[in-house]
């Protein structure tokens, strides 16, 4: 597979017809203004998204009420490759007129998905029909019901407008982040793209209940079901990872990016509230959480408060991990360590080793809050991003109200 890559990458930069004068070749920029981008994914669905050109060289993508600025575009031959800001995975495509079609490429995970974008196209999903069914409100979902293993629960949360439905799907270990897309008659698409992960979910809606299609670029794809409950909540994201008997404390010594060994041991973290941040510069919750931290760490940091973040790489070696935790630090403006836990792989269970205090690592990102004393007062699995709305709103004010507890003691 990573020679295919290879292969594809090349066969894209080299791929300028004999007939195409060398002064045409140069000329080929991104046209400011906005493309309709398609990814193909399983059962010949589409994964569309929306992005807007500003420059050659600036470009905008849209998710509901995200933007994703992109500045990382960079031109060889007939070709040009794009990269979102933090994560890993590029666009590669040659032009067509205006056009593009090319490759959504990861390397690190052997993944390649067909790509092709419009120009002057900002209809994300087209509707030919009006809406029959109604979307709006709280829905209690289930994904890959009665699959073993594989089964997990959902709170899906939408409001539609027209044709047009924006939401997402928050579950125990964070959420679905900005979806948007359309009702047509009685069937839902909704999509997002950011740079990491590729999503589209599409269902058939009825008065009380939806059945459908949860796809990851494509490479997976899973069911789910719903049914209307405006009561419905999930489990208490404060309660799904905790200590195990015997445990009062966590302890770990990793390198930071300068291959330093770092511990919470150290004369830093003594005697101080210390936040562990476990999370993964691949994950877009995790990035959600670290752009809240940041700001946060920046306008406490001259009190007795300490951020620590261990990072679980699927980079295939170290220096790899290191660079994308580096990129990750300079994108955001994290000033708080963050430590290499492990690379080669972001396996829950070979990341529950690193820290086997703990019953077990559910979710990307989990933060364990530690007091004054060194004592573990509370571990709160995922993260409610901005998309959740409310949800992210109510975590913002729990989770500051328990760190001046903490700060106050």
């Not at 490759?81 to 052997?110: H, M, Q, R, T, W």
């Not at 973290?269 to 993964?280: D, L, N, P, S, T």
């Not at 409610?384 to 106050?408: C, H, M, Q, R, W």
Request: with cysteine.
């Amino acid at each position: 597979m990573r020679y295919l890559i290879a292969c594809l990458i090349v066969l894209t930069v080299f791929s300028c017809k004999d007939a195409v004068k060398k002064e045409d070749v140069k000329s080929n920029k991104l046209k400011i203004g906005k493309y309709r981008a398609v990814l193909d994914v399983q059962d010949n669905e589409s994964l569309p998204f929306i992005f807007e050109v500003k420059s050659p060289t600036t470009l905008n993508i849209y998710n509901a009420e995200e933007v994703i600025e992109v500045d990382e575009i960079e031109y060889r031959n007939d070709s040009v490759f794009i990269k979102a800001p933090v994560f890993e995975g590029y666009i590669a495509a040659i032009f067509e007129g205006n056009n593009l079609k090319g490759s959504f490429i990861k390397e690190s995970l052997d993944r390649i998905v067909p790509f092709t974008a419009e120009y002057g196209n900002s209809n994300r999903f087209p509707f030919s029909e009006k809406p029959s069914k109604s979307v709006n409100g709280v829905w209690e979902t289930v994904f890959s019901k009665g699959i073993e293993g594989d089964e997990y629960i959902a709170k899906g949360i939408f409001k539609r407008t027209g044709n047009k439905v924006l939401g997402t799907f928050r579950t125990t270990t964070g959420d679905y982040r900005y979806l948007e897309g359309s009702m047509m008659g009685n069937t839902m698409k909704l999509s997002t793209f950011d740079g990491a992960h590729a999503f589209l979910f599409t269902a058939k809606v009825s008065d009380s209940t939806m059945e459908g299609t949860f796809y990851s670029g494509n490479h997976w794809k899973e069911p789910f079901v719903a049914k209307r409950n405006e009561n419905y909540e999930l489990p208490s994201a404060n309660d799904l990872t905790f200590l195990k008997e015997g445990y009062d404390s966590i302890d770990f010594v990793f390198p930071n990016t300068s291959d330093e060994l770092v511990g919470l041991k150290d004369d830093k973290f003594k005697g101080k509230v210390v936040i562990v941040q476990i999370m993964g510069t691949w994950c877009p919750n995790c990035l959600d959480e670290s752009k809240y931290y940041a700001d946060f760490y920046k306008k406490n940091k001259d009190k007795d408060l300490e951020i620590i973040a261990l990072a679980f790489e699927y980079a295939k070696d170290k220096e790899t991990a290191f660079s994308r935790i580096d990129r990750l630090v300079v994108n955001v403006g994290i000033e708080y360590p963050i430590l290499l836990a492990q690379y080669g792989t972001s396996d829950k269970v070979k990341a529950q080793e690193k820290l086997p205090m703990l019953n077990h690592v559910l979710s990307y990102p989990t933060s364990i809050f530690i007091d004054k004393r060194g004592k573990v007062r509370k571990i709160h699995t995922g993260f409610n991003g901005p998309a959740t709305g409310e949800k992210y709103i109510e975590f913002k004010k729990e989770f500051e109200a328990f760190v001046d507890e903490l700060l106050s003691e």
